[in-house]
C-alpha cells in the first residue's frame, strides 16, 4: 500500500512538472562611426632589459609628442601594454643563451576627428610604430547603441518563444532564465591591410553594425490564452 501511495504522489508531482521552452534572439543596430580608435605598439631589442627600455621610451615619447601636433587630448590616450621580456638562443643539446631582451610598449589612442585618423597612424608608423597597427571604427555613444541592440535582442526571442508556444496550444508563462551571447563589435582594421605606406591614406568609414544576442528560458503555461 505504501508503495502505491508514493507512485501515485509521484503521478500527481509529474503531472504539476513546469515544462519551459529556450529561445534566442538577435538584435542589431548600424550607426555611422563618429571617432576611430587607433592602435600601434612599439618594440625594441636591448643586451641589457635597461637598454631595451631605454630605446622603447624614447621611441614612445616621440609618438606622444606626434599626437600633440594633430591636438588629441590627454584623456584619449591610453596604454594598453607594457613589458619587457628576455631573448634566448636555443642550441641543440644546450641550456637556452640569454642573448637580450625586448621591450614592448601598445598604445591606444581615440582620433575623434575621422579625416585625421589616416595621418594620424601614418604619422606614428613614421615615428617608429613597429607592431600591432590597427584601426577601429566606434561611435562617442557605443554603450547606448549597444543597449538598444541588447533590447532588440530580448525582444526577439520573446517574439519567437510566444510564436511557438502559441502555435502549440499553450501560452507564455514568466522568465526563467535569461543568458548573454557574446556581442559582436567591429573587427580591428591591421594597418597591412590599410594601403601601408601611402601618406595620409583616406579612411571610408561608412556605417557600422553592432549585434547582440540572447537565450531567454520562458514556462510554458498549459492552458492557452482567452
Known sequence: MKALIATLVALVFAG????????????KVTYVPDLVHVSVGVSSDGKTANEAWQKNEEIVRKLFDVLKTFGIDA???KTTGLNITPRYVHHKDQEPELVGYTAAYDLNVTVRKLGEAGRVLDALVEN???????????HSDIEKMMDEARAKAAADARKKADLYVTAAGASLGQVLSISEGQAYVP?????ERL???D????IAAGTQDLTASVTVVYAINHAPRS
Do not use: C, E, I, W
Not at 504539476?16 to 538584435?27: D, E, P, Q, R
Not at 601618406?199 to 583616406?202: F, R
Open 75 to 77: 584623456k584619449d590616450m
Open 128 to 138: 617608429g610604430a613597429n607592431r600591432h597597427m590597427s584601426l577601429a571604427f566606434s
Open 16 to 27: 504539476f512538472a513546469s515544462a519551459n521552452v529556450s529561445v534566442s534572439g538577435t538584435g
Open 195 to 197: 594601403a601601408k605606406g
Open 187 to 191: 573587427q580591428s582594421l591591421p594597418y
Open 199 to 202: 601618406a595620409g591614406l583616406p
